[in-house]
């Protein structure tokens, strides 16, 4: 069945070392994106990604990675570089060529605890 | 610079009753407006959203008004129900821009039985 798909739902990693996300859609959407949330802060930017093989920064891309090397595929790599990697990470995806470009759909998310 | 805001972190209604969530923005360039609906520990589900063309757009349940003059939109919902308990977002984008979204921070809405 058709949907985006992140896995796994909950991480825990060290301080200290990178992590990488997972995101696979099958919804044949060309853009993709990456957000975080923190309590009381909604959802902020990270990267996001129009067309494969190019991406660009969101509002808060420090610390963090992308590649897209397949449209299917959008990973995030969480670097030690990130001074507050604990979070919740959502994936989604946009279909730009359909009637309504802008509704981005959302993966079920991965809670990313760092200690 | 925030420029979708929701100033109200939380909002409590009785069941049946309706429930308006309010959201406001500064960015003038802002041509289409969307509401998320999100349970804890999941991703957040699209709603319904609204052009800047139109005042109103109505999805059985839920209704979204506009007001470009005030940069002012709010979220309706009637009769409320308990599965309405959840955090909405509201986000904007400008077409002509790029394809972001910006998110508000998120009103919390409690149905109360």
């Known amino acids: 069945d058709g949907g985006i798909t992140q896995s796994p739902k909950y991480l825990f990693r060290k301080e200290g070392q990178n992590v990488t996300l997972s995101c696979e859609q099958n919804?044949?959407?060309?853009?993709m994106y990456w957000y975080r949330q923190d309590p009381g802060q909604g959802l902020r930017l990270i990267y996001y990604?129009?067309?494969?093989?190019?991406?660009q920064k969101g509002d808060i891309a420090e610390g963090y990675s992308v590649s897209r090397e397949k449209k299917e595929s959008f990973p995030l790599t969480v670097t030690s570089a990130q001074k507050n990697p604990t979070a919740f990470y959502l994936c989604?995806?946009?279909?730009?060529?359909?009637?309504?470009?802008?509704?981005?759909?959302f993966g079920p998310g991965t809670r990313l605890t760092v200690t | 610079d925030q420029q979708v805001k929701q100033n109200s972190p939380s909002l409590s209604v009785q069941e049946g009753r309706i429930s308006i969530l309010n959201c406001d923005y500064t960015?003038?360039?802002?041509?289409?407006f969307l509401w998320y609906k999100k349970y804890p520990a999941e991703g957040p589900t699209f709603l319904i959203s609204?052009?800047?063309?139109?005042d109103k757009n109505e999805d059985g349940r839920f209704t979204v008004f506009l007001n470009k003059s005030a940069k002012h939109l709010s979220l309706h919902i009637v009769p409320s129900q308990p599965g309405d308990s959840a955090v909405y977002f509201c986000?904007?984008?400008?077409?002509?821009?790029?394809?972001?979204?910006?998110f508000g921070k998120g009103t919390r809405l409690h149905i109360l039985p």
């Open positions: 960015n003038s360039m802002f041509d289409y």
């Open positions: 919804l044949n959407h060309d853009a």
């Open positions: 989604a995806t946009a279909g730009l060529a359909t009637p309504e470009p802008r509704e981005q759909y």
């Open positions: 609204i052009s800047s063309i139109k």
């Open positions: 986000a904007a984008s400008n077409m002509n821009r790029d394809d972001k979204i910006i």
């Open positions: 990604s129009q067309i494969v093989n190019d991406f």
